[in-house]
Antibody, heavy 117, light 107 residues
Framework: EVQLQQSGTALARPGASVKMSCKVS????????MHWVKQRPGQGLEWIGT????????TYNQKFKGKAKLTAVTSASTVYMELSSLTNEDSAVYYC??????????WGQGTTLTVSS | DIQMTQTTSSLSGSLGDRVTISCRAS??????LNWYQQKPDGTVKLLIY???RLHSGVPSRFSGSGSGTDYSLIISNLEQEDIATYFC?????????FGGGTKLEIK
């Protein structure tokens, strides 16, 4: 069974950085792309970017360049996303989702980030 | 960026009904259109990929159709467990983009 387990709720100050994780099991970690998607309260979904753990190749939505950084640790079957220079606009639920470059087969449960002073 | 529009933000149907959810792309996306279901607890699942291909484990009452810029998700024989918000997503060009979602309720 494919499982994506995301890190828990995060609280951060404006201007700070936060790093969240997505640990996978049940499939070959290095063979599929891992995407990250943002959802603000009551809003739709925004694609942040993707990483291919097999070679750490990354592609970002231009909107999130400089804001998000994706990394992968193959020994831990875990992908990380670091968000920097946080503002209230970064408060959202962040999902990791694995799949092909074109669609996202399996999703994590989401990590809620609250940015507040 | 390709804009994905779901003109119906909410929709209601009775148990056993057939419902259709529509999605329009701002340009031809060559059938690279996928559908997701988000349950009220936030859980997201892939239903349909490449316009009409059913993802593993998805009930056959879900189907998809379309071409060019216009696509549809059809749910036949509506069940209580289908209460959710449905999003379309294009995979033709970067960045990947989603529709705003259609919330499905049971009458």
């Amino acid at each position: 069974e494919v499982q994506l387990q995301q890190s828990g709720t995060a609280l951060a100050r404006p201007g700070a950085s936060v790093k969240m994780s997505c640990k996978v099991s049940g499939y070959s970690f290095t063979s599929y792309w891992m995407h990250w998607v943002k959802q603000r309260p009551g809003q739709g979904l925004e694609w942040i970017g993707t990483i291919y753990p097999g070679n750490s190749d990354t592609t970002y939505n231009q909107k999130f360049k400089g804001k998000a950084k994706l990394t992968a640790v193959t020994s831990a079957s875990t992908v990380y996303m670091e968000l920097s220079s946080l503002t209230n606009e970064d408060s959202a639920v962040y999902y990791c989702a694995t799949g092909t470059p074109y669609y996202f087969d399996y999703w994590g449960q989401g990590t809620t980030l609250t940015v507040s002073s | 960026d390709i804009q994905m529009t779901q003109t119906t933000s909410s929709l209601s149907g009775s148990l056993g009904d057939r419902v259709t959810i529509s999605c329009r792309a701002s340009q031809d996306i060559s059938n690279y259109l996928n559908w997701y279901q988000q349950k009220p607890d936030g859980t997201v699942k892939l239903l349909i990929y490449y316009t009409s291909r059913l993802h593993s484990g998805v009930p056959s009452r879900f189907s998809g159709s379309g071409s060019g810029t216009d696509y549809s998700l059809i749910i036949s024989n509506l069940e209580q467990e289908d209460i959710a918000t449905y999003f379309c997503q294009q995979g033709n060009m970067l960045p990947r983009t989603f529709g705003g979602g259609t919330k499905l309720e049971i009458k």
